[in-house]
T-cell receptor, first 112, second 114 residues
Framework: QKEVEQDPGPLSVPEGAIVSLNCTYS??????FMWYRQYSRKGPELLMY????GNKEDGRFTAQVDKSSKYISLFIRDSQPSDSATYLC????????????FGKGTKLSVIP | DAGVTQSPTHLIKTRGQHVTLRCSPI?????VSWYQQVLGQGPQFIFQ???????GRGNFPDRFSARQFPNYSSELNVNALLLGDSALYLC?????????????FGNGTRLTVT
């Protein structure tokens, strides 16, 4: 079992839809959770960074972490064609561990 | 401000050869990490360096090595290339002063081994 599981999709939605992207993890030591967006032929771009459980909002993006169920979510409101990319969730234990563990990524297409 | 820069952007090598990939971190960042991303997968951790010292190593063979220079730039070296080493190699930099410093990635070097 991989430490971070993510449905690779692909996921296709119409412009303006609310998108929900999800990951689960198995390592209880993970404390920090990130979402990266990766366009084709580019490196991952940090979108959201959260610590422990709770919600964090930034514009159209909301990240949620539920440590009790080991579940990570990213919501995108009013999705735009420019949101079409692969979204990667990642987790970090901290406490002397510097290794980010990534999911496989979910490929999202927003159709105009 | 310039982001993380990596060179070269693309590289084609033959099995058994050696390759050196280079990375310049964001100004002010003292830590550099290397990740390997195979097509269709998430990035896999290879190394992290902070202040020229190795701070972490992933599950990669000894054919992979790296170093960090006094100006905080870094090199990743891979010896005796195998077909399975074909991947996008990503460099990320961070302030590095805390173990939870966010990583900022470059656009990678795409290595093809034939």
């Amino acid at each position: 079992q991989k430490e971070v599981e993510q449905d690779p999709g692909p996921l296709s939605v119409p412009e303006g839809a609310i998108v929900s992207l999800n990951c689960t993890y198995s390592n209880s030591a993970f404390q920090y959770f990130m979402w990266y967006r990766q366009y084709s032929r580019k490196g991952p771009e940090l979108l959201m960074y959260t610590y422990s459980s709770g919600n964090k909002e930034d514009g159209r993006f909301t990240a949620q972490v539920d440590k009790s169920s080991k579940y990570i979510s990213l919501f995108i409101r009013d999705s735009q064609p420019s949101d079409s990319a692969t979204y990667l969730c990642a987790a970090l234990a901290g406490a002397g561990s510097y290794q980010l563990t990534f999911g496989k990524g979910t490929k999202l297409s927003v159709i105009p | 401000d310039a982001g993380v820069t990596q060179s070269p952007t693309h590289l084609i090598k033959t099995r058994g050869q050696h390759v050196t990939l280079r990375c310049s971190p964001i100004s002010g960042h003292k830590s550099v990490s290397w990740y390997q991303q195979v097509l269709g997968q998430g990035p896999q951790f290879i190394f992290q360096y902070y202040e020229k010292e190795e701070r972490g190593r992933g599950n990669f063979p000894d054919r992979f090595s790296a170093r960090q220079f006094p100006n905080y730039s870094s090199e990743l070296n891979v010896n005796a290339l195998l077909l399975g080493d074909s991947a996008l190699y990503l460099c990320a930099s961070s302030l590095g002063d805390r173990d939870n410093s966010p990583l900022h990635f470059g656009n990678g070097t795409r290595l093809t081994v034939t």
